[in-house]
């Protein structure tokens, strides 16, 4: 492997650090979301950028439109889930939903 | 490569201010413009199939649906975030850097090496031909995701109240 795959990994690292930092300690559902697709985006950095190194971007390009096809899914679900807990909840906190604990 | 540097680090960036960004409506937009680098970024990597991709669905459409959820919720406002959190994550994000960078070198070259053949033909061959499989996989989670909306949205019948 090359520097320049050793660069790409180290920014999308920095990417996977700043979608954990948001699940970590963020509390508003919507900005939850926000860190899940920017570590959405450090993944498919990861896949194309090692595809593109080892000269199989034609692969790489589409196991990142497989991905990103998950990834709206998954946002489109969660979205709907968002609307759904504020409209029970009249609140965006995620410390509320701790009441649905038993 | 330098500019292939300045992409990654505007997309490192607007994605750090999605997250630090007090107005949700700000958040959605810088999520949006680090998507539209890293699309950028795919295109400059010859990868323009998986660059317009990321263009119009994760900044266009994925931006859309936040949009609106920040539009239909409204109370997003009224949620505090710890000031601790956001004064604290420079910080975090340096201890991050000089760890990743110390670290992430010698943990990677553990990693063996995969072999794979050259890659021949065009994308089509390689998306329709050798990921078909992955194709009924992807129609399926698209499936899952409108039927969990349309779960999600349903109306409550007169019999069940």
Redesign the interface.
Known sequence: MNSAWFVFIGFAAALLFVGLYALLTMRNVIKLLIGVEVIGKSVTLVLLATGFVKNNILLAQSLVITVIVVEVSLIATALALVINIARHTKSLDVRKLAKLKG | ?WG??LL??A??VF??F??LAKD?IK??IS?AV??LF?GL??FQ???P??GV??IS??AG??TV??M???A??K??G?????KL?TLG?PL??VV??VI??IV??GL?AKLP??A?P??S???G???WK??TF?LV??LG??L??VF??LA??RKRDNKDE
């Not at chain 2, 009224?78 to 710890?82: L, T």
């Open positions: 490569m292939q540097i990654l680090i997309v490192v994605s750090a999605a997250v949700l958040s959605a999520l680090a998507s890293l970024l795919f990597m010859r990868a199939y998986a991709f990321e669905v994760v459409l994925i649906l936040f609106l959820v920040i239909l919720t109370t997003g009224d949620v505090r975030e710890s959190a994550f975090f994000f991050f850097a990743d960078l992430m070198k990677l090496a995969l794979g050259a890659e033909g065009t994308f061959d390689v998306l050798q990921r992955d996989g992807q989670v698209i899952a995701g969990a909306v999600l949205f």
